[in-house]
């Protein structure tokens, strides 16, 4: 008998305005999308739920800003590792307040390290 795992993958979070960000992040997001608007194989976004883990949908994160070369440049809902040929982000950018910090130099630091994100 063929089953179908119960997991899905939300493309966005009530806590993510999808799309709009704030200035900073809008200027970072599109002065990279600038420098890199002649390469095919560079994807530049932010906000936007990275998964990691196949099967788990909550092994996820969601950058400010972030940056993958060696992939294709199109919009994507969310991005998936496993779909990206394991492929993981090379450069990622939190903007830091004092009510995120802890969250962003914490928990999501050791994810970025995980991730390999150098």
Not at 31 to 36: D, I, T
Not at 37 to 45: G, P, R
Not at 56 to 81: M, W
Request: a positive charge; aromatic letters at 16%; charged letters at 20%.
């Amino acid at each position: 008998m063929w089953y179908r795992h119960p997991c899905s993958y939300k493309c966005t979070d009530k806590r993510i305005k999808y799309a709009v960000f704030s200035s900073l992040d809008t200027i970072l997001y599109q002065v990279l999308q600038l420098h890199f608007q002649n390469f095919s194989d560079v994807y530049i976004s932010g906000n936007l739920f990275i998964y990691y883990e196949q099967g788990n949908p909550e092994s996820v994160v969601a950058p400010d800003v972030f940056v993958v070369f060696g992939v294709k440049n199109h919009q994507r809902r969310s991005y998936k590792t496993w779909e990206e040929n394991n492929k993981t982000p090379d450069f990622i950018l939190e903007i830091t307040s004092f009510a995120t910090r802890s969250k962003d130099q914490g928990a999501k630091k050791g994810i970025y390290a995980f991730l390999g994100v150098k």
